[in-house]
């Protein structure tokens, strides 16, 4: 009997610690509903519950957007700002919930503390506009399954974080790049057939989007002024600055092309062309601007070679929105995917004394159609029958 009776307490205290355990489970586990949407950098990549898409939650209200900024700040009348206006326009008209954070620094390890910063304040869709921003996608992109990363500016080149191994963009990651050249074409082709022989390139740093910009100016300004047979009367002085804002000697440097004889330059690179316009100032000469319209600044600005970063930031957001997330491409904005490049033409920017708008349609027209065409090559400066002076 006392035999018997052991082995029920036995039983009995077995029992007990299985349910002990199994009520222990239950309280260290969290509800499957709580768990987060991002992942941090500690957890172990290819984690099935945080793999779960977040198109659903985006296209029932979910989403809420955060730019965060390259060099500079979103009133930077150039790259940053245009970004900002898409991210403002989109949401303010889908009554979605939008902000921007600027980086303390200009390093990668800053960009990704802020982009974290960011998705820790519950922003699930982070559009981040410059090529600087290839290494820190590298970052977040596995690391954050859960949020959407728009890339603005970052090319299959940029994502590499030592340029000799190169990454593809994760399927929560869209990258938009533009084809400037045929950009700076136009305003190339313009400038000539407005009358003006002695122009000048003043480039931010030589990456390849200001590359592009660029060699099409040369194209662009050799072509018109093939066709006016001045091919021999056409001059460019072409330099990169090395950095995206002006200073005392790079305005020097504009003002020696302005007295040599420089009626007017492409100021191409953010805030460097603060310098051109001072120098422009000092000279009666012209400028033209770049990414955006930049008419509004001075009346020097004769033109502006622009680039659609308001609409490719709208169009992502809505498609990513309706469900057509392109997340995994490197997608290329051209005049054949759309009106993504080209030159103001509403009365206030357009500053030509002779070359018309209709004029200008039809070589805009002939860009897109492929009558004309533009080289996007920024390994070979084109070659031309006008003289190029590059100048380092």
């Known amino acids: 009997m006392k035999k018997i009776i052991a ?8 029992a007990a610690l299985f349910v002990g355990c199994a009520e222990s489970k239950k309280e260290t586990e969290a509800p499957a509903g709580n768990k987060t949407e991002t992942k941090s950098k500690t957890e172990t990549k290819g984690n099935e519950d945080t793999q779960a898409k977040t198109e659903p939650d985006l296209v029932n209200g979910g989403m809420k957007v955060a730019l965060v900024t390259d060099v500079g700040t979103i009133d930077d009348e150039s790259f940053n700002q245009a970004t900002w206006e898409g991210v403002k326009q989109y949401c ?5 919930e939008y902000t921007y954070y600027q980086p303390s620094a200009d390093s990668t390890d800053a960009r990704v503390e802020t982009i974290e910063t960011a998705i820790g304040a519950g922003y699930n869709v982070i559009v981040m506009p410059g090529y600087l921003f290839g290494a820190a996608v590298l970052a977040v992109q596995d690391q954050y399954p859960a949020v959407n990363f728009i890339a603005i500016d970052v090319g299959a080149g940029d994502l590499t974080l030592d340029y000799t191994t190169y990454y593809d963009p994760a399927p929560n990651t869209l990258c ?6 045929q950009a700076g074409y136009l305003a190339g082709y313009a400038a000539v ?35 006016k047979g001045i091919a021999d009367q056409v001059s460019i002085k072409y330099t990169y600055g090395g950095q995206f804002f002006g200073d005392a000697a790079i305005t020097a440097k504009m003002d020696g092309w302005y007295a040599d004889g420089t009626e007017i330059v492409f100021a191409c690179g953010g805030g460097i062309y603060t310098s051109a316009l001072e120098a ?4 009666d000469k012209k400028v033209i601007g770049v990414d955006v319209d930049q008419s509004y600044i001075d009346e020097r600005f004769v033109t502006s070679a622009m680039k659609g970063l308001s609409a490719s930031v709208v169009t992502a957001l809505t498609d990513l929105a309706d469900g057509k997330w ?3 491409q490197v997608q290329n904005k051209s005049l054949q995917e759309g009106d993504y490049v080209g030159l ?3 009365d206030r920017a357009w500053r030509f004394n002779t070359f018309t708008v209709e004029q200008y349609q039809k070589v805009y027209n002939e860009l897109k159609d492929g009558t004309r065409v533009s080289s996007a090559d920024t390994e070979n400066a084109p ?9 380092q």
């Open 326 to 328: 392109n997340g995994g």
């Open 176 to 181: 938009i790049t533009f084809q400037e050249d």
């Open 7 to 14: 082995l029920l307490l036995v039983v009995v205290m077995v």
């Open 383 to 391: 070659t031309v029958a006008i003289k190029v002076d590059y100048i």
């Open 92 to 96: 303010e008209a889908n009554g979605v």
């Open 344 to 346: 103001p033409t509403n």
């Open 280 to 283: 422009a100032k000092n000279h």
């Open 193 to 227: 057939a407005d009358g003006y022989t002695k122009l000048g390139f003043l480039g931010g740093m030589a990456v390849p989007a200001v590359i592009r910009y660029g060699y099409g100016f040369v194209q662009g300004a050799n072509a018109a002024a093939e066709e």
